[in-house]
């Protein structure tokens, strides 16, 4: 999948907040992960603009505090791409957390138009508690996952297929759903980009097939 390009659409942080306008009727592909994980840093790179970054870097983690919606136009249509809060920063305000919790379920739990999640995982440590915990919840609302397997080129290239073989037993998926990738340097990102493109035609194709028995 090519990236032609992206717009941001707007944010939403209170519940009952209208999502933006401009991405209305577009399947969603929502991107979720620990604090820290270097969510900001895919984004731009998947979005092809980590030169001119869309979505803030931070060297202080817990800095994406609403859900940030992105018009994406590529070579197979369009969607929106959705940047969730990190979670599991002992530092942000118990307030925030509390606000951040009905709200990203809400999102989750209740929307016809997402299509997925990509659920990233920091290849260096494997799932934590709290991506053990995000992950079950996402397979008790019946969300479909692809896992991304963030900061690949920290790991010394001997060790990295170990590290990718641990972590799809742990966590009983198939190799398929998962990638490995690097914000920094690139790698991985083409097979990210086509498993994307794989969501978003599949979901295009489900709808036509929706419609076209309807009028049949």
Not at 45 to 54: E, F, H, N, S
Not at 63 to 91: M, S, W
Not at 124 to 152: C, M, N, Q, W
Request: charged share 25%; proline share 5%; hydrophobic share 40%.
């Amino acid at each position: 999948m090519h990236i032609k390009s992206v717009e941001f659409a707007g944010a939403i942080g209170q519940i009952g907040q209208a999502q933006p306008e401009s991405v209305a009727g577009l399947r969603q592909l929502a991107f979720a992960g620990r604090s820290n994980v270097g969510k900001s840093s895919l984004i731009n790179r998947v979005l092809g603009r980590t030169r001119t970054p869309i979505a803030r870097v931070s060297q202080q983690p817990g800095k994406t505090q609403e859900i940030n919606f992105y018009h994406v136009r590529t070579d197979l249509g369009e969607f929106c791409l959705v940047d969730l809060p990190g979670y599991g920063y002992a530092k942000v305000p118990k307030e925030l957390r509390d606000r951040w919790r009905p709200l990203i379920s809400g999102f989750l739990s209740d929307n016809p138009a997402l299509a997925g999640v990509v659920q990233l995982i920091d290849m260096r440590h494997g799932p934590t508690e709290d991506d053990e915990r995000a992950i079950a919840y996402l397979s008790e609302v019946g969300v479909g996952v692809l896992f991304a397997l963030t900061k690949s080129d920290k790991l010394k290239p001997s060790l990295r297929q170990k590290a990718y073989q641990d972590i799809v037993a742990s966590l009983a998926a198939d190799p398929d759903q998962v990638v490995a990738v690097s914000a920094l340097s690139g790698d991985g990102i083409e097979t990210l980009l086509d498993s994307l493109g794989a969501v978003i035609t599949a979901e295009s194709e489900d709808e036509r097939g929706v419609e076209e028995g309807a009028v049949s």
